[in-house]
């Protein structure tokens, strides 16, 4: 990554400096130049002679400025000449370069900090101390968010998160595996679940309108330390997961917004079963239609209103009065009444979660 970012610098350049130019590897080999056709050309014997001495070094008709943080060798400023001016540019060329290169190694140790925090892989103790040392300010409000996709784009999902949060310094993008990568950014003390759930869309009409690639997008809860980043990447986790067996027709899923199912989700499915067991006897739960499942969808979706539900479904009230009287029939529970109902919807979540858990084996 850093020889494409010298590269970039030396292209620049090209215009400015009116000789030939480049970078050197600890090899001698050259890994950045403003004359393409040198690119992968070696230095024979300009290693054996450089130290990391103030001073450029003339050797045949280039002048040499080596720069790096190690006791040998890590880079080689080379420019074209001998003269007072080619010293000049070689020493220019080092500091722009030296830099540049202690910048893209801070941002690459931020990267790697980050991604040891949310995976569990530094001691508490030592966070803040890694913070302290990466300058990194470790008391910012930042939330995790966790992104699934497709694995059939032709772009990396990486490099796309990349392009949509460019803020390299706020906001850092981790491949977690080869479907799902964590955004870890940076956001206001004022940030409401609207403004992350704006967020989210961004990134799978992004991938959607653009790469034509599905995703589905996972969000933990704001934090308020950098220690408790690991706490919600879990969170954003949690939440595809719940998503996937409560949610599935949702792409974002918020582990704030869960509710009940969260609580179904860390239940045994032994208990579960036995809850089913004492309230729909005989299994009376599959002698129910899809109509008739769809009826009872509707009717909490409108809040047991049986004349807005009515509407909704385009059926007359006393043909939805109906169905509602087959289903205490069938089930003994009548969902009109407040209490009947939190047990029926309740119970119906429930049997969602073993019907997953089945199919998972």
Avoid: W
């Avoid at 040998?72 to 540019?89: M, R, T």
């Avoid at 690639?213 to 934090?223: C, L």
């Avoid at 009287?325 to 009548?334: A, C």
Wanted: one cysteine or more; proline letters at 2%.
């Amino acid at each position: 990554m850093a020889n494409r970012v010298f590269q970039s610098i030396i292209h620049q350049l090209k215009n400015t400096i009116d000789r030939v130019c480049g970078l050197l590897d600890e090899t001698g080999t050259v890994v950045a130049c403003n004359e393409l056709t040198l690119m992968g050309s070696v230095h024979e014997n300009v290693i054996d002679i450089l130290d990391h001495s103030s001073e450029t070094t003339v050797i045949g008709n280039y002048t040499y400025k080596s720069f790096g943080a190690s006791p040998a060798v890590d880079y080689i400023v080379f420019v074209e000449g001998k003269d007072e001016l080619a010293a000049n540019y070689a020493k220019i060329l080092s500091v722009v370069f030296s830099n540049m290169r202690s910048h893209l190694e801070e941002k690459y140790d931020k990267l790697n900090f980050v991604k040891n925090i949310i995976f569990d892989n530094i001691l508490p103790g030592d966070i803040y101390v890694k913070a302290k040392e990466l300058m990194f300010t470790p008391d910012t409000p930042r939330v995790v968010f966790l992104v699934k996709t497709s694995n059939d784009s032709f772009v990396s999902a990486f490099e796309i998160l990349q392009t949509i949060f460019p803020e390299k310094n706020k906001d850092f993008v981790i491949n977690v595996n080869e479907t799902d990568i964590a955004l870890v950014k940076e956001v206001k003390q004022s940030t409401t679940y609207k403004d992350l759930e704006k967020i989210g869309r961004q990134i799978i009409d992004t991938f959607s309108s653009e790469y034509y690639s599905k995703s589905y997008v996972g969000i933990g809860t704001v934090v308020y330390s950098i220690k408790d980043l690991a706490r919600s990447f879990k969170e954003a986790q949690i939440a595809l997961e719940i998503g996937k067996v409560f949610e599935n027709d949702k792409y974002i899923v918020s582990y704030d917004h869960l509710g009940i199912s969260r609580l179904i989700y860390q239940l045994p499915t032994t208990l579960c079963e036995m809850f089913m067991n004492e309230v729909f006897k005989e299994n009376s739960i599959y002698a129910l239609d899809n109509e008739t499942l769809l009826t009872i969808d509707k009717f909490f979706e409108n809040n047991l209103n049986v004349s807005e539900t009515a509407r909704k479904l385009f059926v007359h009230r006393n043909t939805l009065v109906y169905r509602l009287e087959k289903i205490k029939k069938l089930t003994g529970l009548d969902i009109r009444e407040f209490d009947n109902a939190i047990t029926f919807k309740f119970a119906l979540m429930v049997n969602k979660y073993l019907m997953n858990n089945t199919n998972k084996f």
